[in-house]
């Protein structure tokens, strides 16, 4: 996916790139974690789940985010945001506040859900909770199985209860997803019932990696994976 484009394609495009979007509120569940709801024309944006809209952080750059809850009547649109302080997204979007006017692009991506499968799992870490938000009334109006798996610093290990997720177990971002021995250990690798089950794998591209090469010598339902940073990497 692009990130960054020249200026001179900005300025042509200027009219087309210009805010669209306007700040309604925004608030933080932890140091590291900023919910941001937007309002704007939405009506044309398709919110499949896996699908990301490109946002502006600067003139010339663009990143990828996820629609957390969306509503069409109203014209909103909350994405929660990773406040990592290492990129120039993280810090736009440190700094935005109320009646800020910013520019939402369009909603496209990678389709991550499949509803015809009962069992779903989900992996992932800070920037997969809008992801994990998006999809939990899904899991329950679809009468799923499901359990969310998420990778968290230690200041943001009590975000998924604020968020009001379900079934989730958030493990330490000690590096154990990197590791297959370890990943091996997990409880979904050792349990036979879910070897059919759905699997979605978001957040960091290594830990994404590792989990997927463990989980393929083992189940037989679909990976479905999508990397959502890698260190040193700008804008996945
Ligand atoms: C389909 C898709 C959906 C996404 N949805 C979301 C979302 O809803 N919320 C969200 O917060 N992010 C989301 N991301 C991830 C986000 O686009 C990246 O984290 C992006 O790199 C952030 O841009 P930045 O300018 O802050 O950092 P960049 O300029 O891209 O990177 C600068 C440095 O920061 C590091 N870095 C980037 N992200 C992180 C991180 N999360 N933690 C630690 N270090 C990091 C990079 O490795 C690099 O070294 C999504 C990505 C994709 C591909």
């Known amino acids: 996916m692009i990130s960054s484009i020249p200026k001179w394609v900005g300025d042509l495009f200027e009219s087309t790139l210009r805010p669209n979007v306007k700040v309604l509120e925004t608030s933080y569940l932890s140091s590291q974690i900023k919910k941001i709801r937007f309002q704007g024309d939405i ?3 398709n919110f499949e789940i896996g699908y990301a809209n490109v946002l502006r952080v600067s003139e010339t750059e663009y990143r990828n985010y996820t629609a957390a809850y969306y509503n069409k009547a109203k014209a909103i649109i909350d ?3 990773h406040i990592h302080t290492n990129g120039v997204g993280s810090e ?4 935005l506040k109320a009646d800020d006017e910013t520019f ?3 909603s496209r991506g990678k389709k991550l859900y499949n509803p015809s499968i009962e069992n ?3 992996f ?3 920037t997969s909770l809008g992801l994990a938000c998006a999809l939990l009334p899904l899991m329950k109006n679809n009468h799923h199985q499901f359990q969310f798996y998420f990778e968290l610093d230690e200041e943001n290990k009590n975000v998924p209860k604020l968020l009001g997720l379900e079934n989730f177990t958030v493990f330490p971002k000690d590096g154990s997803f990197r590791n297959e021995k370890k990943v091996n250990e997990l409880p979904i690798c050792k349990t036979t019932d879910w070897l059919s089950a759905n699997y979605i794998l978001t957040g960091n591209v290594k830990s994404v990696q590792t989990f997927r090469k463990v989980l393929k010598h083992k189940v037989t339902g ?3 994976h999508q990397g959502y940073w890698l260190e040193g990497k700008k804008g996945l």
């Open 43 to 45: 009506s044309k944006m």
């Open 79 to 81: 994405i929660i945001f």
């Open 92 to 95: 736009y979007f440190d700094s």
């Open 104 to 106: 939402i692009g369009p």
């Open 120 to 122: 779903q799992f989900f």
């Open 124 to 126: 992932g870490d800070e």
């Open 222 to 224: 679909r990976i479905f």
